[in-house]
């Protein structure tokens, strides 16, 4: 063995155990496998990236936007809708038409797109049938899959397997010639889920859908009336006045208004500058218990006395000015993200852009490069801070251009207050009103910058930096009038313009790991999160704090023409077949009718499949069947340098003798038992690893192994790549083994086990039917 397979191989299994932890994301761990490539000499700079002008490569982004065309103009949905309207009531009849559908469709159209496509549709039969999602869901995704083995562009793994043959100087396979072993592949597949198969499929209720009454509510599985109240303004409220978001409902009682009630009997939409006014009822959704904590005794009293700045200085604490620089760790965070108080030990007071100053509610401002911060601190960690990378040192630091004084208070806590032996964190003054504790004066004892585990006591007086204003808000707070369990059905809330939708992450989503707060959800998309589905259970309070996961699902309240919107959006789903973007119908014809010109022009070969496929995505967007951006929006850019940053791995494991080095040992193993075990075999490894590492790449590491053990043994390669294409498309097992196995999670109610047990019997029929018609289709 020498260096340079050692090499091949250190690099292979570090690229493995990065795609397992998943410490980067996948297109990041492909971009480093190419840099540590040409670093140790393994491949040239030039092959390094001749990934990104692979044929397979240029093929894959392509055929994003012909299926994009397809799916803007309405050509994969009436195809969905004409097969589908064959389903009928019986569940042996649907799951053979639903799985024969999302076959088709998928064998032209990119799977995750088409799974994208079919959930709502196949959550709208679930609803009209009574049916459970969770019989119909994973047959859904399977039949997605499947459609993908049947045609060379049906997915990207497939392009990486032929273009392998291709640059090892053999005719690569055509665009049908997936297609005879596929289509057994789905009608044995087929036939297993509906005479075994629906056997074990779960039966599970799920928010999205009933499973019990056809027609019935599926909002009831969040139990959403359980947290509903009402709150009415009293007539002498400091609230009265104020708009909504200067209300801070959301941000410090943790409620979501949903409607505003007049006095008059007028229902007005929540909009954060809509102004409240005396006797407003405000329909509300949350827990109470911080409400009612406030409501009925004093928590804090304003003193009429103003503290002097110097109060915030000592012989051991003192201020620094400093400025954001680019490479400053503040660059772009907020204070919330950063945590500063907790691990650096300093307050930030004050903060400059500009002409613009805050010294209150600073933390969700993202800061920028030329910001300047004013921060307090003892004096070891505000010289620690000064001499931080990313930090400019403004010497002449002059804290009364911030004009502190304006902002700093004297507060009481008084007898009786509910604050009375809570630490500073869970007064939770800050976050909800903006009010930062700074010292602490009881008896004769001071506190300066005391820790957030501290506890208040009776009579302490508080030196805060905040408005007066957020402290009225807190006064308003304390006098509102609580009505528990109103009778209120969620369905009255909806109207003709407003309505309570699902809505799901997107499989392209960029949310993922974000918090509605850091997202601004509500005033960006205009509509309010009242729950989150998540697993099998509903989360209904702390929404703007939890981090969004793949798969979830959101219960959102909004009007209508909010919706459209965000059913524009890529990073969302929605559940509802009523608000699927406006189709643009009238360029169907022309849209199929450039699909079925590449198709021939590929089929014919009067064209290269990747000159044909870039031709008919620029007449997408000539014929406007779909715009540029959309184009742009489209293709999947994660999976484009995953394949792309990959491909030289592949070039490394044939040039180095790796794969024949592997081949060697596949034959001494299994040669003995002929080429069909040695076919058999290969298909089991690759079906292994396809557990463990995203299929494209799975393809780049089997299929030059495959290569080199049919020219070691002197046979045919095309049924072990063949049977490698196969074996890759096969993510059946797993929810992380592919984003279309997750975006059912949810809606299907499925828990992990549901994958093995079912998917388990379809990697299998893909493996037999493979191992026993290659041999036939593509001879030894």
């Known amino acids: 063995m020498t260096l340079e397979i050692v090499l091949t191989f250190a690099i292979l299994l570090f ?73 009928g009531k019986s569940e042996s009849r649907l799951l053979t038409v639903l799985m024969s559908s999302t076959a088709v469709v998928s064998a032209f159209v990119i799977n995750v797109g088409v799974a994208a496509m079919f959930l709502p549709v196949t959550l709208d039969i679930v609803r009209r049938t009574g049916r459970s999602a969770s019989r119909l869901l994973l047959p859904m995704i399977y039949g997605t899959t499947i459609g993908g083995m049947i045609v060379l562009i049906g997915t990207s793994s497939n392009l990486v397997v032929v273009d392998f043959l291709r640059e090892s100087g053999v005719r690569p396979p055509g665009l049908f010639d997936f297609a005879p072993v596929g289509i057994v592949i789905l009608i044995v597949s087929i036939l297993y889920m509906v005479l075994l198969g ?26 959403i009336e359980e947290r509903l109240a009402l709150i009415t303004i009293p007539a002498d409220s400091p609230i009265s006045g104020k708009t909504l978001a200067e209300s801070r409902f959301g941000r410090a009682l943790g409620l979501n208004v949903l409607s505003v009630m007049r006095s008059e009997g007028d229902y007005h939409i929540p909009e954060p500058d809509l102004k409240l006014e005396a006797r407003d009822r405000l329909l509300v959704l949350g827990r109470l218990d911080v409400i009612e904590k406030l409501s009925g005794k004093p928590v804090i009293l304003i003193e009429a006395e103003v503290p002097e700045t110097s109060c915030l200085y000592s012989d051991h604490i003192g201020m620094i000015e400093l400025e954001v620089s680019e490479d400053s760790v503040f660059n772009g965070k907020t204070l919330l993200e950063l945590d500063a108080r907790q691990k650096m030990g300093i307050n930030l007071l004050a903060f400059r ?45 002059k804290p009364e251009k911030y004009s502190l004084h304006e902002r700093l208070l004297y507060l009481r806590i008084p007898e009786g207050s509910p604050m009375s032996g809570s630490t500073l964190k869970d007064t939770n003054l800050a976050p909800a009103y903006g009010i930062s504790i700074l010292n602490i004066i009881r008896g004769e004892q001071e506190f300066l910058m005391p820790e957030p585990e501290m506890r208040l006591e009776e009579n302490d007086l508080l030196v805060v930096e905040g408005r007066s204003a957020d402290i009225e808000v807190l006064r308003g707070h304390q006098t509102l009038e609580i009505e528990r369990n109103p009778e209120v059905d969620l369905k009255d809330l909806e109207t003709d313009s407003l309505r309570v939708v699902e809505v799901m992450l997107s499989p392209h989503t960029s949310l993922t790991g974000k918090t509605l707060r850091q997202l601004n959800f509500r005033e960006k998309f205009g509509v309010s999160v009242l729950a989150v589905w998540r697993g099998d259970r509903a989360f209904r309070t702390n929404l703007n704090d939890m981090p969004l996961q793949f798969g979830d699902a959101l219960l959102c309240y909004g009007t209508r023409e909010r919706f459209e919107m965000l059913a524009k959006d890529d990073d969302f789903v929605i559940l509802t077949l009523d608000y699927r973007e406006k189709l643009l119908l009238n360029k169907a014809p022309l849209a199929g009718l450039i699909m079925a010109g590449v198709l021939a022009a590929a089929l014919l070969n009067w064209l290269p499949i990747y000159v044909a496929a870039i031709a008919g995505a620029l007449l997408m967007i000539i014929t406007k069947c779909i715009t540029v951006e959309e184009a742009y929006r489209a293709i999947e850019w994660k999976s484009v340098f995953l394949i792309a940053a990959m491909l030289p791995l592949g070039m490394a494991i044939q040039q180095t003798g790796a794969a024949a080095l592997v081949a060697g040992f596949v034959l001494e193993i299994a040669g003995v038992y002929g080429p069909t075990a040695i076919l058999a075999g290969m298909m089991a490894l690759t079906l292994l690893l396809n557990q463990f590492i995203p299929s494209p790449v799975n393809a780049v590491v089997m299929t030059p192994i495959a290569i080199a053990t049919a020219a070691s043994l002197g046979l045919s390669p095309y049924p072990f790549v063949m049977g490698i294409a196969y074996a890759v498309a096969s993510s059946f097992m797993t929810p992380v083994s592919h984003p279309i196995n997750i975006l059912v999670m949810s809606p299907g109610g499925y828990r992990f086990s549901d994958y093995v047990k079912n998917g388990l019997p379809l990697t299998l029929i893909v493996l037999i039917v493979s191992v026993l018609l290659l041999p036939v289709v593509f001879p030894f």
Not at 373 to 393: E, H, V
Request: overall charge positive; glycine content about 8%.
């Open 198 to 223: 629906r056997r074990i499929l779960p039966e599970r209720k799920t928010p999205s859908v009933d499973n019990i009454q056809p027609g019935r509510d599926f909002r009831l599985y969040y139990d």
């Open 353 to 397: 852009r500009g002409d613009m100053i805050r010294r209150t509610n600073m933390r969700d401002i993202r800061f920028q490069a030329g910001d300047q911060l004013l921060f307090r601190g003892l004096f070891d960690q505000l010289q620690s801070l000064q001499g931080y990378n990313g930090f400019k040192n403004i010497n002449d630091c």
């Open 15 to 87: 690229a493995i155990i990065l795609f397992v932890t998943e410490i980067l994301r996948a297109d990041l761990v492909a971009l480093l496998v190419l840099v540590l490539l040409v670093l140790v000499g393994l491949i040239s700079p030039e092959d390094s990236i001749s990934g990104f002008s692979n044929p397979a490569v240029v093929t894959i982004w392509a055929v994003f936007i012909l299926s994009a065309g397809l799916a803007r103009t309405g050509v994969a949905s009436r195809l969905a809708d004409h097969l589908l309207r064959l389903g």
